[in-house]
């Protein structure tokens, strides 16, 4: 088969087009042949060298794709959502998407949502399933002191991440208030449903969400920046608020004042998602198809690609990622680019 790969560590340069061996399904796995894959963050990461795959995953970037299933051994006891050979799905992976065929857990392959086309369900796996498990299991958005009417922010509301939460919240029902980094990227959160976006270049997103919920403060942040941001989302939650790290684009390191998190019960939490076992992944899977698939196929969230690159462009793919200048996801495709 085809595939990208880190030829070594580096620029998007180093991703070069090459030939693997098609991956062998293992027990409670699937082979996917692949239409299109999503690009992520940590995939930039791991090209770096920064983002290593955990112990027996693909050395392949690639951790979300949609395509057909076409092997492996359809395990019933594990097969929620009744999939079989033939069908179209999207999966989330640990690794190996950027490939013409892709193995992946049964239990982490979903049905593309009916009306979307392969290279928009591509574009769901990573960002649902992290703003998922973070945003609603983690940080339990509509469940905290301040339910049921909470208040969610969310840092970078239009990265792939952020359109997602945006998406999923409002249509929930709750307020949401997003920051980005130009007036445009601010139009775009709006438009998918944020309440105020706030251009973190020219205001200060403390003072904003504080003006809008009459000095209360926000529930829950979604949290991709962390470093100094940490200490001014504290100031920024409502009592009883929570943050969720979820990427430290912003540093490792934050100074805090601990006394403010005691006095109002606030939360500091945070997770990573590509190294939890597939019993774990599993359950958002199962959620997600839940509660979030009928609100896809009734339109009410839309998948949100800003552009579709050739699997061969993926250095090009990867330059624009680092860029900073799209609005939603990237998305690599082994079918023919329009």
Known sequence: MKAIEITEFGAPEVLK???????????????????????????????????APPPGAS?????????EIVGGTIDEKHNPFGLKIGDRVCALLAGGGYAEYASAPLLQCLPVPAGLTNVEAASLPETFFTVWSNVFDRAQLGHGEGAPNETLLVQGGSSGIGVTAIQ????????????????????????????????????????VVKSLTNDRGVDVILDMVAGSYVSRELTALADGGRVVVIA?????????????????????????????????????????????????????????????????????????????????KIVLSWEPVA
């Not at 050395?59 to 395509?67: I, K, M, S, W, Y």
């Not at 929930?172 to 973190?200: D, P, Q």
């Open 168 to 207: 999923i919240a409002h249509a929930m029902g709750y307020r949401v208030f997003a920051t980005a980094g130009s007036e445009e990227k601010c139009r775009a959160c709006e438009a998918l449903g944020a309440e105020r976006a706030i251009n973190y270049n020219t205001e200060d997103f403390v003072e």
């Open 17 to 51: 087009l090459a030939e693997r061996p098609t991956p062998q399904p293992q027990a409670g796995e699937v082979l996917i042949k692949v239409a299109a894959a999503g690009i992520n963050r940590p995939d930039v990461f791991q090209r770096k060298g920064a983002y």
């Open 59 to 67: 050395d392949l970037p690639g951790l979300e794709v949609a395509g």
């Open 248 to 328: 430290l684009l912003g540093g490792a390191k934050a100074e805090l004042n601990l006394s403010e998190v005691l006095r109002r019960r606030l939360t500091l939490t945070g997770s990573t998602l590509r190294p939890r076992p597939v019993e774990f992944k599993a359950k958002i899977a199962a959620q997600l198809k839940e509660r979030v698939w009928p609100l896809i196929e009734e339109g009410r969230i839309k998948p949100v690609v800003h552009r579709v690159f050739d699997a061969a462009q993926a250095a090009e793919a990867h330059a624009l990622m680092e860029s900073s200048t799209h609005v939603g």
